[in-house]
């Protein structure tokens, strides 16, 4: 038998008018009841009805922030999220698309005060791993307003849900194939894209997964002090100079961030071939620089379905009061090599 709003007030301890503000994400309570009131409705699967919840919200207009990094996944996602919208046309959904420089908080969190005093529907952001920003995230969601990261996550927020790879793990997926394909032995680079760690993933970073399975499984490996390219392709190219230059006996490259063909571009001009190149993502540039031997591998996940579905969990939460059952949605790492195409 279905459970209802007064069995889990009563369960709770609580009067049902803070049930049902829970239930619509509405502020006046606190973390502490907010937390143990999504328990008992996550347990006990209340679901309110979804017709009548869907009937109520076709008459109200949906305003949804979108903030994204100016990074090489940002049009995939974003475009990820428009095709989403097309499930939704009977309602009345528009995205509000905005920009902040790579690496910057301060510009992030005003956005996010903006996003509050419009007082929008829900959220999406790839976030800059920031107390600041994760504050602001924390106010978001006790004003009433759902937030989604998407692609990264937001380290100790509140936020309703992460839809994204998880970062160490896909560092490990790297790891594990460099190291067979060198056998063992070698020497080897990490490329990434801030030395203060400014964006974040959750249970770590593609690097520290990476170094972990290295030093574990591959101890044979040299593995040299990390480079950093700030996502901007003319430093990747001075990276990549300095570091061919200074290790004439390089192996492997790892690039966890974006401007890998900027880096296929000095690897080209140096004549250099044996360099084993290894990735995230498939972007379209990225297919003849397989074919032609430049990337060695690359490990995609799937930039426009986190898109889709980080969309798709923001607006099953605004519109029926569905809550996401995990507070994390990992998305696949499929390893891609020039056979793949």
Not at 9 to 28: L, Q, S, Y
Not at 145 to 165: E, K
Request: aromatic share 6%.
């Amino acid at each position: 038998m279905r459970v209802t709003i007064k069995q889990i007030a009563e369960m709770a301890g609580v009067h049902r008018g803070t049930v049902d503000k829970v239930i619509h994400n509405r502020p006046g309570v606190s973390d502490e009841v907010r937390q143990r009131i999504r328990a008992l409705l996550e347990e006990h699967h209340y679901e309110a009805n979804p017709i009548g919840k869907a009937l109520q919200m076709q008459n109200r207009e949906l305003r949804i922030g979108v903030l994204l990094a100016e990074v090489d996944a940002r049009p995939w996602l974003l475009k990820g999220m428009e095709e989403e919208l097309e499930n939704y046309r009977s309602f009345q959904v528009s995205l509000d698309p905005q920009v902040s420089p790579y690496a910057d908080p301060e510009t992030q969190v005003r956005q996010l005060r903006e996003c509050r005093e419009k007082k929008v529907s829900g959220i999406l952001i790839s976030p800059i791993h920031n107390p600041l920003v994760t504050e602001e995230i924390d106010l978001c969601q006790r004003e009433g307003i759902p937030v989604v990261t998407v692609n990264l996550d937001a380290g100790g927020s509140h936020r309703l849900c992460y839809v994204g790879q998880n970062g160490f793990k896909a560092g490990e997926v790297a790891g594990r194939f460099l190291g067979e394909f060198l056998q063992g032995n070698g020497q080897v680079c990490v490329v990434t894209n801030s030395a203060d760690k400014t964006r974040y993933y959750p249970l770590g970073t593609r690097e520290e997964g990476f170094r972990s399975v290295m030093e574990s499984a591959y101890p044979a490996i040299q593995v040299l002090p990390t480079r950093y390219c700030q996502e901007d392709p003319e430093i990747m190219k001075n990276v990549v100079r300095e570091l061919l230059e200074e290790a004439p006996e390089l192996n492997g490259i790892l690039i966890t961030c974006g401007c890998v063909p900027a880096a296929c571009e000095v690897l080209r001009e140096s004549g250099r071939r044996g360099i084993r190149l290894f990735c995230f993502e498939r972007y379209p540039e990225f297919i003849p620089l397989l074919r032609e031997g430049l990337i060695t591998l690359t490990l995609d996940s799937g930039l426009e379905q986190q898109g889709r579905e980080s969309l798709a969990v923001l607006l099953e939460a605004l519109i029926y009061s569905r809550m996401p059952e995990e507070r994390q949605k990992f998305s696949p790492i499929v390893p891609l090599v020039k056979e793949s195409f």
